[in-house]
């Protein structure tokens, strides 16, 4: 007989299908439905059924892939070392006995395989995306199977995971010589050599080289949005409202260039709106929950904050009414 696992994984599939096949009739229901109505009504129904799917298409888009990125050959020995105590677990694994006695044992084993491509890939990583839902499964499944087809089922299944994480540590000891190498630098690795401004670097460099990547762009913000007040005078505004004031193409307290034709304040407004735009969309999100991603990303909004910074130091400070 199937144990209450495989019967779950078997009665799971057998629902996907009803719920497609369920799909499929009511759409065919519903263009007969249609069909009775008035032309403009018919028009109407459509659109709305169209513009349903794609909002529910926008709102079911998986989030980017991220690549996980190791900043040291240590951070990938420990991540091998993971990978490693899960191989030797299924490798000692007893399959018949925890198959016949339904101990939990196979449930645990993939439990911690999934968890920890997860911890150390990353949830949004390829690695995870491709191997975060593993089964210790390799085969056929149907209503029926005797022990000994289980058993096989499971122990089959139970190879191809150890090898899937033969392949992912040896995808890390090629991503090791690469750091060694030099062939592939972690952003840390050169960001001492990045010449940011001195108020972008003192408030950010700490929490990114301490693992905190997005701590440090949010500091970073913060630290250019209170060398703005300082240059400008205006400490009665903050955020959005602050940039439009200062950086405004009429009349603003700091100026990019002399204003005196349509290609400077054409300048001056572009500024304004790439620093209303790290107000927006890195600033105040930091405040409340700063999505994170990759090293990389994170050092690129720092470089271009460190931009805006040399920008303001460079800017004309002008008297307003």
């Not at 949830?123 to 191997?131: A, D, M, R, V």
């Not at 190498?181 to 972690?186: D, E, Q, S, V, Y």
């Not at 209303?276 to 930091?286: D, M, S």
């Amino acid at each position: 007989m199937l144990s209450r696992r495989h019967a779950s994984i078997l009665h799971t599939k057998l629902e996907i299908r009803k719920s497609k096949l369920a799909a499929v009739v009511a759409h065919q229901y519903s263009i007969r439905a249609l069909s009775r109505l008035q032309p403009e009504w018919v028009d109407w129904a459509v659109e709305i059924s169209k513009n349903a799917r794609q909002s529910m298409v926008k709102r079911n888009e998986p989030p980017p892939l991220e690549p996980r990125e190791f900043r040291s050959p240590e951070e990938i020995d420990s991540a091998v070392i993971k990978l490693a105590r899960r191989i030797q677990e299924l490798e000692r694994l007893d399959v018949k006995g925890a198959t016949l006695n339904q101990t939990g044992a196979v449930e645990v084993a993939i439990s911690n395989v999934r968890e920890t491509i997860r911890e150390v890939f990353g949830s949004n990583s390829p690695e995870f995306k491709e191997y975060g839902h593993l089964e210790l499964w390799e085969g056929s499944m149907y209503m029926g199977m005797n022990d000994s087809e289980i058993i096989g089922g499971v122990d089959r299944g139970r190879r191809q995971v150890i090898g899937i994480l033969n392949g992912l540590v040896d995808r890390l000891k090629e991503k090791r010589e690469d750091l060694e190498t030099g062939t592939t630098p972690a952003p840390s690795t050169y960001f001492d050599r990045l010449n940011l401004h001195p108020r972008v670097r003192e408030v950010s460099r700490d929490l990114f080289m301490d693992g905190h990547p997005w701590e440090a762009v949010f500091a970073a913000s913060k630290a250019l949005i209170n060398y703005i007040k300082e240059r400008s005078g205006r400490d009665d505004l903050d955020g959005a409202p602050l940039v439009r004031a200062v950086f405004s193409r009429n009349n603003p307290a700091l100026a990019f260039n002399d204003l005196a034709n349509q290609t400077d304040l054409d300048e001056q407004e572009g500024m304004m709106h790439l620093f209303e735009g790290v107000v927006l969309a890195i600033r105040n999100p930091g405040g409340h929950s700063f999505p994170e991603g990759p090293e990389q990303r994170a050092i690129e909004y720092i470089s271009l904050i460190s931009l805006l910074a040399y920008r303001v130091q460079e800017s004309k400070r002008r008297r307003t009414p």
